[in-house]
């Protein structure tokens, strides 16, 4: 009895295992593979790098003075607009003017003697060629013709130089411009010693500005004078600012090191052109800064996906016919059963799509991947493998924990 029973099971294992390979090897409609498309059309490529800067004038100057004093005057303020040669300031000039008088007193005297001992020496000259005077006598003459010559031309220089510290008594603005910047009050004692004091900040025309942005090391490479940027700052979170790369400051680098590590970061300017003529944006504020280092507008384009298609089993069927060609890139167009392959030549790529030059049609649909389909009562292994022992298509999705972790 125990076994006829073993053979009953016997056989009822072989009849389900014999049905269950007649349903998935034997049934003719066991996969179903499915093609996407994408349609060959114009539009925008671009590739950027972003960067932090901060938005300054394109010509600021700092006016200081090169005298030391009292701050006497201050005829400007905050954002007061000035023209060249305007009068801004003036210091104390009682000290200035004491000095200008001794010098010029002192230049006097030296005149007045070096005039007497010229004259002396011409006349003792005459003589001494005629050997009326003894050659000790005329040494004599000569010596203080000369010494009160370095006097005078030495109380000259001395009075010049007094005569020019009294005009930098009186500060103009060098450019015409807006202040956006006053250092100092009036009644304040300067000192100009090593480094000229900062009086006064003034930038020249505010509605055109600059960013100066810190780029860093691995994305200066593909930044040229000239490409497109783009930048927001907080102060109109909604307003995107345009603007050109103008200059790349090669001897301008900055490094930091990280507390926390042997890091260090390198990064360079990279000033980029800012119109303002609303006057929005103003010195000193900080930018988020695009720069599109790759930038074509309305080019013929493909996603990338559709260049790495190639009709090939799994993906086909033993009836479809692929009629192929010689190319390093090629696009597929799929009609019926058919696929047919077109050599392009590309261009610039973003990483998501990439620019047809030529060698297709705008319009066109091509192939960009194909799935297989799951067939009711199969299921896909850890592997990519169907249960029943069949391999899934490269290019279809694994299921969800396909991937181990190592």
Same mark, same amino acid.
């Given at each position: ?7 009953l099971i016997a056989v009822?294992v072989?009849v389900v295992?014999?049905?269950g390979m007649?349903f998935?090897a ?7 593979v ?5 349609t060959?059309?114009?539009g925008?490529?671009s590739?950027?790098?972003?960067a932090?800067g901060? !938005?300054e004038?394109?010509t600021?100057?700092e006016?200081?003075?090169q005298?030391s004093?009292?701050?006497d005057k ?5 954002n007061s607009?000035v023209?060249k040669?305007q ?6 000039r ?17 005149k007045a003697?070096y005039?007497?001992?010229k ?6 000259k005459?003589l001494?060629e005629?050997s009326?005077i003894?050659?000790t006598?005329f ?8 010494k ?7 109380s000259?220089?001395?009075?010049a ?5 009294l005009s930098?008594a009186t ?6 411009g807006?202040?956006?910047s006053r250092d100092v009050?009036?009644?304040q004692?300067?000192a100009?010693?090593f ?6 900040t003034?930038a ?6 600059q960013v100066v942005?810190d780029v860093?090391?691995?994305d200066?490479g593909?930044i040229?004078?000239?490409q497109r940027a783009?930048f927001?700052?907080d ?7 345009e603007?050109t ?5 090669l ?6 090191s990280?507390t926390?590590s042997t890091s260090t970061?390198?990064?360079y300017?990279v ?5 303002n003529?609303d ?11 695009? !720069?599109?280092?790759?930038d ?11 260049l ?5 089993a799994?993906l086909?069927?033993?009836?479809? !016919?692929?009629?192929?060609c010689e190319?390093?890139?090629?696009l ?7 696929f ?9 790529s ?6 047809i ?5 705008e319009?066109?649909?091509v192939?960009?991947e ?10 896909m292994?850890?592997?990519?493998k ?7 298509s ?7 924990g396909?991937?181990k972790?190592k």
């Open positions: 009895m125990k076994t006829k029973k073993i053979i009822a072989v295992a014999g049905a007649w998935f034997g049934s003719p409609a066991k996969h179903k499915t093609y996407a498309t994408a060959v059309s114009k925008d490529i590739n950027s790098v972003t932090t901060t !938005i004038p394109v600021e100057v006016v200081g003075t005298v004093g009292i701050i201050i005829y400007v303020d905050y607009e023209t040669g009068l801004i300031a003036e210091m104390d009682v000290t200035l003017q004491s000095e200008l008088a001794s010098q010029r007193a002192t230049y006097d005297g030296a003697e005039e007497y001992q004259k002396n020496y011409e006349r003792n005459g001494h005629k009326l003894s050659d006598d040494e004599q003459v000569l010596y203080n013709y000369q009160a010559k370095s006097s005078y031309d030495s000259k220089a001395s009075l130089k007094a005569e020019r510290n930098y500060i103009t603005s060098p450019i015409d807006v202040v956006i009050e009036a009644g004692t300067v100009s010693g480094e000229t004091p900062t009086l006064f003034i020249a025309d505010l509605t055109q500005m942005a860093d090391e691995a200066i593909g040229i004078e000239g783009s927001t700052v102060a109109y979170p909604n307003d995107v600012f603007g790369v103008t200059q790349i400051r001897g301008d680098a900055s490094s930091t990280s926390n970061v390198v990064t300017e000033v980029i052109s800012a119109p003529p006057l929005k944006l103003k010195p000193r504020l900080t930018a988020n800064v695009t !720069i599109y280092i790759l074509k507008k309305n080019v013929l384009s493909v996603p990338n996906k559709a790495r298609f190639t009709p090939e799994p086909i069927g033993k009836n479809d !016919i692929v009629k192929d190319g390093k890139h090629k597929w167009t799929r009609e019926g059963t058919t047919t392959a077109h050599p392009v030549e590309v261009g610039i973003n990483g998501i799509s990439t620019e030059i030529s060698g297709i049609a319009g066109t649909k192939v960009t194909a799935t297989v389909g799951v067939m009711p009562g199969e299921s292994g850890p592997e990519g169907m249960e029943n022992g069949g391999e899934r490269p290019f279809m999705p694994g299921p969800p396909s991937k972790r």
